[in-house]
Each structure stands twice: as C-alpha cells, then as structure tokens.
Nanobody
Framework: QVQLVESGGGLVQAGGSLRLSCAASGRAFTSYALGWFRQSPGKEREIVGAVSRTGGGTYYADSVKGRFTISRDNAKNTLYLQMNSLKPEDTAVYYC????????????????WGQGTQVTVSS
C-alpha cells in the first residue's frame, strides 16, 4: 500500500500560480503511476494529469494543457502539480492518486487516494 498526502492548495487570484505537492509513504514509490484529479461541487471527479513510474510519460486534460505541469521526484517520493494562469473554473478539491497500472485518465483505475486539498481561484 501507499499513503498519499496533498498540500499546497489555497486561494489565488485569476492568472496566478500554485504548486501542489503529494507526499507518498509506504510501498516503493516507483511501483506506481500517479495522477492528479479534481472535483468541484455538483461535478464528477475528473483527471487533471498523470505521470508514469519513471516520469517519462505524461497525460493532461485538454482544459489544462499548456497551463499545468505534472512531475515527480522519485528520490523524494513526491508528486507535483505546477498550476499557472489559473482560472476561476479551476476551483476544486484536488486529489492525488496512485495506480499499479500504466497512466490512465480514468479514476476507477486508481487504487490509492489522498484526502484532497482545496484550490480556490477568485475572479
């Protein structure tokens, strides 16, 4: 198993930036592909981005391409999400997740989840 803890959320004005972190503990970090998801009230949880075990492969939702960057530091057992040019529609609870499968945009493929961190973008 792996335990995931997100941090770095907060309130930011539109056009601003935030960096989310997800610290992992437990089973070998490199055993997992990782993803960032988000969920806002009344909406389903959606993929933001995902990264392969080595960091060499990535996936992004169309809505965040060119603005967000997902990365991982396997030496520090940490996943990151750099978010630039934030928009009010990016407001959501952001979750990191881990899967033993290859990177996937599908939440059901992920076995382990963090508790989430709130990101609020004001207009």
């Amino acid at each position: 198993q792996v335990q995931l803890v997100e941090s770095g959320g907060g309130l930011v004005q539109a056009g601003g930036s935030l960096r989310l972190s997800c610290a992992a503990s437990g089973r070998a970090f490199t055993s997992y592909a990782l993803g960032w998801f988000r969920q806002s009230p009344g909406k389903e949880r959606e993929i933001v981005g995902a990264v392969s075990r080595t960091g060499g492969g990535t996936y992004y939702a169309d809505s965040v391409k060119g603005r967000f960057t997902i990365s991982r530091d396997n030496a520090k057992n940490t996943l990151y999400l750099q978010m630039n040019s934030l928009k009010p529609e990016d407001t959501a609870v952001y979750y990191c997740a881990a899967t033993t499968l290859y990177i996937s945009p599908t939440a059901e493929k992920y076995d382990y989840w963090g508790q989430g961190t709130q990101v609020t973008v004001s207009s």
